[in-house]
T-cell receptor, first 114, second 113 residues
Framework: DSGVTQTPKHLITATGQRVTLRCSPR?????VYWYQQSLDQGLQFLIQ???????AKGNILERFSAQQFPDLHSELNLSSLELGDSALYFC?????????????FGPGTRLTVL | SQQGEEDPQALSIQEGENATMNCSYK?????LQWYRQNSGRGLVHLIL?????REKHSGRLRVTLDTSKKSSSLLITASRAADTASYFC?????????????FGTGTRLTIIP
C-alpha cells in the first residue's frame, strides 16, 4: 500500500459527460501528479500540483482540469468526454516535488466512456 | 510522447533465470527510475539511478546507466513468479525545477513457473 488513495476505482459513463476523479496523497506529501495510461498512448504525464499551486503541465487536454485543495487532496475533472478518454488515471505524490524523488502511485481510477 | 523505449516489449523466462530489460531515452536527464506495474494496478518504485552513477544494486535488482548512449538496463536475478509484471523506465524532465516523469513504453515480463 503506497498510502495514496484514489476514488472511485471504476467509472463508467457516456460520451459528453463530465466526471471528477479524486486523489489523496500520502500523509505529508505536498506534490501531486496526475497521469493517464492508455493502450495507445502509454503512460502520459498530465499535470502537477505543489501545495495548492499548479507546477507543471504535460499532455493535458483543455477539456481536462485539476486542482489541489488546502487539505492537499486533488481532483481531476474531465469534461465533454470522448471514447478516447477511456483509460486508467493515476495520481502520484512526493514530498517536495523536486527532481530525484520517488513517486508513490495510487491504485488508479479506470474510466470507461461508452 | 514517450521519452523512453523499453526493449524488449515482452519477455518470457523460466523461474530462476535472470531477466534483462533495456531502456533508451532521447534527452539529457538528471536521473532515471524504474517502476513495476502489476496488471492494471498502480506503479511501484523499484530503484533510482542518478546521471552521475553508472551502476546501482537493490536486492535482486541491478541497474546500469550509460549517459553517453542514453540507455539503461534493469537486471532481475533469480527471477520468481511474483516478478511477473510490466516494467517501466522513467526519466525526469526538470521543468522549472520540478520533476515531471516521462515513462517509457514498458516491458511485459512473464515468469514461467
Amino acid at each position: 500500500d503506497s498510502g495514496v488513495t484514489q476514488t472511485p476505482k471504476h467509472l463508467i459513463t457516456a460520451t459528453g459527460q463530465r466526471v471528477t476523479l479524486r486523489c489523496s496523497p500520502r500523509s505529508g506529501d505536498l506534490s501531486v501528479y496526475w497521469y493517464q495510461q492508455s493502450l495507445d498512448q502509454g503512460l502520459q504525464f498530465l499535470i502537477q500540483y505543489y501545495n495548492g499551486e499548479e507546477r507543471a503541465k504535460g499532455n493535458i487536454l483543455e477539456r481536462f482540469s485539476a486542482q489541489q485543495f488546502p487539505d492537499l487532496h486533488s481532483e481531476l475533472n474531465l469534461s465533454s468526454l470522448e471514447l478516447g478518454d477511456s483509460a486508467l488515471y493515476f495520481c502520484a505524490s512526493t514530498g517536495s516535488g523536486g527532481s530525484g524523488n520517488e513517486q508513490f502511485f495510487g491504485p488508479g481510477t479506470r474510466l470507461t466512456v461508452l | 510522447s514517450q521519452q523512453g523505449e523499453e526493449d524488449p516489449q515482452a519477455l518470457s523466462i523460466q523461474e530462476g533465470e535472470n531477466a534483462t530489460m533495456n531502456c533508451s531515452y532521447k534527452t539529457s536527464i538528471n536521473n532515471l527510475q524504474w517502476y513495476r506495474q502489476n496488471s492494471g494496478r498502480g506503479l511501484v518504485h523499484l530503484i533510482l539511478i542518478r546521471s552521475n552513477e553508472r551502476e546501482k544494486h537493490s536486492g535482486r535488482l541491478r541497474v546500469t546507466l550509460d549517459t553517453s548512449k542514453k540507455s539503461s538496463s534493469l537486471l532481475i536475478t533469480a527471477s520468481r513468479a511474483a516478478d511477473t509484471a510490466s516494467y517501466f523506465c522513467a526519466t525526469d524532465a526538470t521543468y522549472f525545477g520540478n520533476e515531471k516523469l516521462t515513462f517509457g513504453t514498458g516491458t511485459r515480463l512473464t515468469i514461467i513457473p
